[in-house]
């Protein structure tokens, strides 16, 4: 047998009952000109304000070419903006939220264009340390080699599509594969004639003639490269004079090397 919930349990029921069946009231729409547009506006005027100050303040930084990418970023910031059009209520903390959130990006994009220089010789830094002897590119045309902690300029190159270790060495004259990396790059020491003699930094050698149908550093490309064998044993094979005078500059600057060469 149901239990009766008696008269205040049924009244309850009947006006849950007509609560529930009666219309919810329809929020009405905010009049008048979304809040958004305003904002839009504004936001372009300040960009497009901050165009002719740099203009006034930089005349010399803006090209024809630089005037074109700035008009190009300003129409990509009034397409990506317009969504603001809409807005027509406005969260107070929200939007000083994610203005602070945007004035820290545009500052650390500032800091990043400002400093690129030092944020490059930062990079190039790290890839040195994390691979070691490596050339780093700092330009399209331009290799950087840091010294070794015996304040050699040490490079890993491809000759003949095998990795050798070179010393870069203004003492020699020739570009020296030492006996080991001959035979590493597939020539046969037995056969050679070691009638050359050829100064390095560490006295004078006896060497063959060979030359390699392709020797890579970093992005350098060379093809049919002059280059000498040595007879005695030797640490590493070195880049000598030769393969400098092939540059169109070489810059050392404290333990940084600089190769730069043409196309």
């Known amino acids: 047998m149901a239990e009766d919930p008696g008269p205040w349990g049924r ?31 504004g936001l372009l005027a300040a960009a ?18 630089g005037w074109g990418d700035a008009l190009a970023d300003f129409g990509m910031l009034a397409l990506v903006s317009a969504g603001l059009v809409r ?14 959130i945007w004035v820290a990006i545009v500052g650390v994009l500032a800091l990043g264009y400002a400093y690129r220089g030092e944020l490059q010789d930062v990079g190039q830094r790290l890839q040195t340390e994390v691979f070691p002897d490596t050339a780093a590119a700092a330009a399209p045309r331009a290799l950087v080699i840091m010294a070794d902690a015996d304040g050699q300029f040490a490079v890993n190159g491809v000759v003949n599509g095998h990795r050798v270790r070179f010393v870069v060495d203004t003492g020699s004259s020739d570009i020296v594969l030492s006996p080991q990396d001959a035979q590493a790059v597939g020539v046969d020491i037995s056969s ?8 390095t ?3 004078g050698g006896a060497g063959a003639d060979y030359v390699a149908p392709t020797l890579e550093i970093g992005a350098i490309r060379l093809s049919n ?9 030797m640490g590493e094979s070195l880049l000598g004079m030769s393969f400098l005078r092939r540059m169109d500059s070489v810059e050392i600057k404290g333990d940084r090397m600089t190769l730069r060469w043409k196309g």
């Open 87 to 100: 807005l027509r209520g406005i969260d107070a903390g929200r939007v000083a939220r994610n203005a602070t």
């Open 225 to 233: 490269v002059h280059a000498s064998i040595n007879r005695a044993p």
């Open 48 to 65: 497009g304000l901050g165009f002719f100050a740099m203009a006034y303040l930089m005349p010399n930084r803006l090209g024809s070419s």
């Open 192 to 199: 050679l004639n070691f009638h050359r003699m050829f100064a």
């Open 201 to 203: 930094a560490n006295g």
């Open 11 to 41: 009244a309850q029921a009947e006006a849950r009952a007509r609560a529930e069946s009666q219309p919810q009231p329809a929020q009405a729409e905010p009049q008048g000109l979304p809040i958004g547009l305003f904002i839009w506006l």
